[in-house]
């Protein structure tokens, strides 16, 4: 799966797992696999990536990116000191 849109960092858990689950089903489907072979076995023969791997990469490179912007505004977008969390929403410095 190709999760390359900075707008996957805010996700709920949920959201990951029905992602990963489509994953295991369309990869099980492309090489034929029976019920018992585990889908980590699959995706390591396959050089595949868990969802959540992936998600944690591309929050580091937007992170990066926001680092290095020549905006003052978006490099503000990292400051977390007067964070409110509410309805256990995830920031981008959480999913690092």
Excluded: C
Excluded at 62 to 71: G, Y
């Amino acid at each position: 799966m190709d999760l390359r849109h900075p707008a996957v960092e805010m996700h709920k858990q949920i959201n990951t797992d029905i992602i990963q689950r489509l994953q295991n089903k369309v990869l099980r489907n492309i090489v034929d696999a029976p019920w018992y072979i585990r889908n980590a076995d699959i995706q390591r023969d396959l050089q595949k990536e868990m969802v959540k791997n992936e998600i944690g990469k591309f929050s580091k490179k937007h992170e990066e990116r926001l680092l290095h912007h020549i905006n003052v505004e978006a490099i503000q977008l990292l400051n977390n000191s007067e964070l409110v969390l509410r309805l256990k929403r995830k920031n981008l410095f959480e999913l690092v």
